[in-house]
């Protein structure tokens, strides 16, 4: 049995939908208000040359060049050259230099000896209910990739690459093309963070990376069709059956069992959004011999039986 590591099977149930991008040339003085005008909307920010601050609920966070941030819960904040600077609202500095489609915008004062600052920074939504994905769920509302070096890691500066070509050359599809690239660029953000992380934190995040506890969540992530038991998840660690409950209960937060329904729900969801299987068939695929079975549990995971999800799914993306 093919055990992949247990990141990969939360991934892909992540997708992003609806990318904006813009490269944005900043001249000193300068400062932008970026609004929440969406609560489903994530915002980012790549800072690709210079430096500068990130101002959340007065609370000040220093850029440098080669930093990502990226903002899981849509707030109201300000990028800016220097604490003082004159802030002014996006949507005033898109009429200043309209956007059409996606190209560079150039904004700020004439100071003498300024600096310019380069990022690139838009937003983007995920596809799906996100009130569910535990990875979302357990990722801080700030994602900060720190560069200490004011370079740009290997990692990030081939994907930024691509994003700046396409930005800049404008061309038909190139929306599409940057959403793609926005999920290489976010898998990686995750995988940074992830891997920067204390096993003993104590949290579903260090859960992953537990060399025990890793193992079962990876078997559950990508077999979530078989008959799992405690016992015969303790024995592909090994454990003994109470050691292994306790550890999992403590990391994930819940028993073994409950994150198991928990994880074929979610697994669900992604096949009644991305693939044209019916009921009966998503059921099959995460384990369940029963559509009606199937279906109770999702009404009580979700709130709404499988086929209005998917329904009311598909109109709120038409």
């Known amino acids: 049995m093919l055990v992949p590591d247990a990141l990969t099977g939360v991934l892909q149930t992540v997708r992003l939908m609806n990318t904006h991008s813009g490269n944005f040339q900043f001249s000193s003085p300068w400062g932008v208000n970026f609004p929440n005008d969406n609560d489903q909307e994530v915002a980012y920010h790549i ?10 609920e007065d609370k000040p966070i220093p850029l440098e060049c080669g930093d990502l941030v990226i903002m899981l819960k849509r707030i109201e904040h300000i990028i800016c050259d220097r604490l003082s600077s004159p802030v002014v609202d996006l949507f005033d500095v898109l009429k200043i230099e309209p956007n059409q489609g996606y190209k560079r915008i150039c904004y ?8 310019t600052t380069e990022l690139i920074s838009g937003c983007f939504e995920f596809f799906g209910n996100r009130s569910h994905n535990p990875l979302l769920l357990s990722l801080p509302p700030l994602l900060h990739i720190k560069n200490d070096q004011a370079q740009l890691v290997p990692w990030l500066e081939k994907t930024l690459e691509f994003i700046a070509t396409e930005i800049a050359i404008g061309e038909l599809g190139c929306q599409t093309i940057v959403a793609r690239l926005m999920d290489v660029l976010f898998i990686q953000a995750v995988r940074a963070y992830v891997s920067s992380l204390n096993e003993e934190k104590g949290n579903w995040l260090s859960a992953l990376i537990d060399t025990q506890i890793g193992i079962a969540m990876s078997l559950i992530h990508s077999y979530p069709e078989q008959p799992w038991t405690v016992a015969s998840l303790a024995e592909k660690i090994p454990m003994s059956r109470s050691a292994f409950s306790a550890r999992f209960t403590q990391l994930v937060g819940e028993p073994p069992l409950q994150y198991l329904t928990t994880w074929r729900m979610v697994k669900a969801a992604d096949l009644l959004r991305e693939s044209q299987l019916g009921i009966r068939e998503v059921a099959i695929q995460v384990g369940y011999e029963s559509e009606i079975s199937f279906s109770k549990a999702f009404k009580r995971w979700n709130g709404v039986a499988p086929g209005i999800y998917r329904r009311n799914f598909f109109c709120s993306w038409t």
């Open 47 to 56: 800072v690709m040359k210079g430096k500068c601050w990130l101002l959340i």
């Open 108 to 115: 700020g004062g004439n100071e003498e000896n300024g600096t």
